[in-house]
């Protein structure tokens, strides 16, 4: 899409700058990137913000391999993907975390309870034990590439859900 049909869809009114959102998160979410500085995959994430205070929402992720199978989790909304190679279950894991929360926001009721759904604790253990270690290899001087970077994605309006109690 074109920059000029951008700004007439967006000049068009909101339903269209959706269509165009919905349109740009279909494309995002189907590769990985990179990041520039270190070549790590990342993990795009939806952009949601806390309809009272505005507040960003924090989703974590991560990625590890097992038993020679990867592995990709969204601790925040409890979701779980299993690919190939590890591009392959961050692709997986990504159309999982766009998808529940377009089924959530759309159902046009209350998020309570479903964004954020937290996983279990053994996640966050997990989550937390690779994120002290892998800060603790970059202090000695190691390069671990063991946590993948959530980033959220980019030229898409933030969805606003009930966040704050």
Not at 23 to 36: G, H, L, M, W
Not at 63 to 86: I, P, R
Request: with cysteine; aromatic share 6%; charged share 25%.
């Amino acid at each position: 899409m074109t920059t000029l049909s951008t700004e007439k869809s967006l000049a068009a009114g909101p339903l269209n700058a959706k269509a165009r959102d919905s349109e740009v998160i279909e494309e995002a979410i189907q590769t990985v990137k990179y990041c520039r500085c270190c070549a790590e995959p990342m993990i795009l994430v939806p952009r949601l913000v806390c309809s009272r205070c505005s507040a960003p929402m924090d989703i974590k992720c991560q990625v590890y391999q097992s038993k020679g199978v990867w592995y990709a989790e969204c601790l925040t909304f409890n979701l779980l993907s299993k690919g190939e190679s590890k591009d392959d279950a961050i692709r997986r894991i990504q159309i999982a975390m766009f998808s529940y929360i377009a089924v959530v926001v759309d159902g046009n009721e209350s998020t309570r309870g479903l964004i954020p759904r937290p996983a279990p604790l053994s996640s966050w253990v997990r989550y937390y034990a690779h994120e002290a270690l892998g800060r603790l290899a970059y202090l000695i001087g190691r390069k671990i590439p063991l946590m993948i970077r959530s980033v959220p994605i980019e030229d898409v309006a933030a969805e606003k859900i009930l966040h704050c109690p």
